[in-house]
């Protein structure tokens, strides 16, 4: 077997493959999204309303 990327990391193989910045924004924005989602959810729930 000759793969190169056994035994290195994702952010190794993300980094040669030039997607590390990419991924990490997104990962970044979904994280933000899904924090203004319960944020969103807990004030929707503390007025009553659900």
Aim: aromatic share 8%; glycine share 6%; no cysteine.
């Amino acid at each position: 077997m000759n793969n190169k990327h056994i035994g290195s990391d994702f952010d190794d193989f993300l980094r040669e493959e030039q997607l590390l910045e990419e991924v990490e924004e997104a990962a970044i924005k979904k994280v933000i999204a899904y924090e203004l989602q319960l944020e969103m959810e807990k004030k929707y729930l503390d007025n009553g309303i659900g």
